[in-house]
């Protein structure tokens, strides 16, 4: 299982933006759709989907988080028609943030947000190797911006299979950005490559709860560490969640609860949901009474 996993937030449309993904991409499969029911958001599908092999989960649990373009995802292509055929299907009934083109740092790329609101740096990787194709693009903004190597050090430093791969700055003032600024940061974290930039121009979006990373946990020993390294608002945790103390959402979660959700009768499965849905951090041995009707 991979430590890390990217978590999308739907209104209703997980299960339709799963199928609309998958269809984009080589590679990429759903592997399962579940509901849970009685929620305080009511049911919930729940779809675990792969995109050219890389791990994703999406939720429909009602219209209380939006996506922004503060978090995005690269796809790195090899070709420029695979650029374009990619592009073609993404644009459709979306938003372009940036114009598809010639720039400094690709013959071919372009920045759209879909139909969905999800947002995508389709980019023609030239002779780079291509280790992962989809790497998600943290745009540290508003207060936060100026603070994107402190964050990749942050991360980097909690995780322990982790480090920093390359940091590019703003090597002059170019507009709101400072020099010194980070214009991309390229790092890796439990194997799964990230991006990072700040970004100091009006922007009216932040990190927010629609997209987030789950940190997949084997004991009660690293949910308590993962929780105490990056919890910094108490106000936002609930049900494994939390946010960092640049407005990132993470969950923490117990590989053990994956199982129970997977493996569980109807009758489990209902009794581990009601249980974690009073808890802030998870705990593990009281979801296994919960799993076994204790």
Not at 37 to 58: K, N
Not at 190 to 202: K, L, P, R
Not at 242 to 250: F, Q, T
Request: aromatic share 12%; net charge positive.
């Amino acid at each position: 299982m991979q430590k890390i996993v990217t978590h999308l937030w739907y209104d209703k449309e997980a299960k339709e933006a799963a199928q609309f993904y998958t269809s984009l991409i080589p590679n990429s499969k759903i592997n399962s759709i579940r509901t849970i029911h009685d929620t305080p958001t009511g049911d919930c599908d729940i779809v675990s989907f792969e995109l050219a092999g890389q791990p994703f989960m999406a939720i429909s649990a009602g219209p209380f988080f939006k996506f922004n373009p503060s978090i995005s995802f690269h796809i790195k292509c090899k070709t420029t028609d695979e650029v374009d055929a990619i592009w073609a299907k993404l644009s459709k009934d979306g938003k372009v943030l940036m114009d598809l083109g010639k720039y400094p740092f690709s013959e071919r790329y372009g920045w759209v947000q879909d139909k969905y609101g999800l947002s995508w740096q389709i980019i023609f990787a030239g002779n780079d190797p291509i280790h992962q194709k989809i790497v998600p693009v943290l745009m540290f903004t508003g207060k936060m911006a100026g603070k994107t190597e402190e964050a990749v050090n942050l991360y980097t430093s909690i995780f322990p299979n982790a480090k920093v791969n390359f940091i590019s700055r703003y090597d002059k003032d170019t507009g709101a950005d400072k020099k010194g600024t980070v214009k991309y940061a390229h790092f890796t974290m439990e194997g799964m490559e990230f991006g990072a930039m700040d970004s100091a121009h009006g922007h009216n979006f932040t990190f927010n709860e629609a997209i987030s990373f789950i940190v997949n946990c084997k004991d009660q020993k690293e949910i308590d560490y993962y929780w105490g390294k990056l919890s910094a608002d108490p106000k936002s945790e609930q049900c494994g969640w939390l946010k960092d103390k640049y407005g990132v959402s993470w969950q923490i979660v117990p590989t053990a609860m994956n199982e129970m959700m997977v493996k569980g009768s109807k009758d489990q499965v209902a009794r581990v949901t009601q249980a974690f849905l009073k808890m802030k951090k998870f705990d593990i041995d009281k979801l296994k009474k919960a799993y076994e009707g204790k």
